[in-house]
């Protein structure tokens, strides 16, 4: 089954009772039972809901993977992978990330004994030399948020396979549409799926996908003991939202290109970070374990001026200042003052989230009227 059919068919079954095509909503909170133990596969909601296990063999399908698990948030789903961790225990991660996964993993987890180690990791030799017998997992986000930064996910896996760690593949900005690190020797891939996969701005949710039992095992069990699950309703949603993900990334795609070449040509723009450009680093790698480039672009204006970003941004006016991104609107963030607030202005700078950074979620709209609202808005 090829990818476009995955999104609709995979992992899915009819109804049983009265063959509804689409998974009904199973707003329930537990199940009845003939005898002690006895029931028909369904206990409590926190364990299982049917819903939610539609949603979670989609999820399995679309990513090459045998087993998905979905969470109630991004950092829930984040959240179950680290506590597979015991103190101690050290993790290498990407130096350019979610402001939220980087606030998570300092904030949270370093209070109970777990090192994180922030590097850059656009060279995947650079892994090695962190490396120890404390290291347990390595994190990539790949593109990065928000500097579009191009991880080499092969070669990321050879390192965490010579050391026998697991390796943690955060697909949100790529989707599966675009790229499948299970199939490049990830051992767990974790989605924002609030963004691209849900794809409408109304849910809040995550989720994580594995090939193997063992480790499935692990994090269902994480996942039902520290609860935090998604609702009937909200699985549905993203069920939905997934049947449309390939058309909707054809289009982001579509745009993001437009949006970009036309910001790059622009006297008042400095830079701009998108990963279909040659001239960006690693776009090869990109070229190679992507199948395109997606919707998402950072950008600078000439002279890191604050004052200026800030302008633009309350000028958009198709665009929406907003945090968030992967919905079918554009939307525009500001990464220091938003969504990378929490972390140290001296750390975000060396990872390149300067003040004058803008960060776009190209939507879906018509291509020109999105190239005419940054034109106002830039001048």
């Not at 950092?75 to 402001?99: F, Q, W």
């Not at 896996?157 to 990830?186: C, E, I, M, S």
Request: aromatic share 8%; hydrophobic share 35%.
């Amino acid at each position: 089954m090829k990818f476009n059919t995955k999104t609709i068919h995979g992992g899915q079954e009819h109804d049983k009772a009265y063959g509804a095509v689409m998974p009904p909503i199973y707003q329930t909170s537990t199940y009845a039972q003939s005898t002690p133990g006895g029931h028909k596969g369904y206990e409590y909601s926190r364990t299982h809901n049917p819903t939610r296990n539609a949603l979670e063999n989609s999820l399995a399908s679309i990513e090459n993977g045998n087993y998905g698990l979905a969470f109630g948030s991004g950092l829930a789903a984040i959240d179950a992978v680290i506590k597979l961790l015991k103190p101690g225990d050290e993790v290498i991660s990407t130096n350019d990330l979610y402001g939220g996964t980087y606030r998570l993993f300092t904030k949270v987890f370093e209070n109970f004994g777990v090192k994180f180690h922030f590097i850059g990791m656009q060279n995947a030799e650079n892994i090695e030399d962190y490396v120890n017998k404390n290291t347990k997992l390595i994190w990539v986000e790949t593109p990065t948020n928000p500097m579009m930064n191009i991880i080499d996910i092969k070669a990321a896996a050879a390192v965490a396979k010579r050391h026998d760690l697991l390796l943690a593949v955060d697909n949100t900005f790529a989707t599966p549409y675009l790229q499948q690190p299970l199939d490049l020797g990830a051992d767990i891939v974790m989605h924002s799926a609030t963004k691209y996969l849900g794809g409408h701005s109304d849910v809040v949710m995550g989720a994580l996908i594995v090939k193997e039992k063992e480790l499935a095992d692990k994090l269902y069990f994480i996942q039902n003991a520290s609860g935090a699950i998604c609702g009937p309703q909200d699985s549905f949603l993203v069920l939905r939202g997934i049947k449309t993900l390939h058309l909707r990334m054809q289009r982001h795609c579509e745009n993001g290109k437009a949006v970009a070449e036309y910001l790059s040509k622009h006297p008042k723009i400095e830079k701009v970070y998108w990963p279909g450009f040659e001239n960006h680093p690693n776009h090869h790698i990109a070229k190679s374990q992507m199948k395109d480039f997606g919707g998402m672009i950072s950008f600078t204006t000439k002279g890191n001026n604050f004052e200026e970003a800030i302008k633009i941004v309350e000028k958009l006016k198709i665009f929406t200042l907003a945090e968030s991104l992967g919905g079918v609107e554009s939307l525009a963030g500001h990464p220091a003052s938003m969504t990378h607030a929490s972390i140290p202005k001296e750390e975000r700078e060396k990872t390149g989230v300067v003040d004058s950074l803008i960060r776009l979620s190209v939507g879906i709209e018509d291509m020109d009227d999105l190239i005419d609202d940054l034109k106002q808005a830039v001048g």
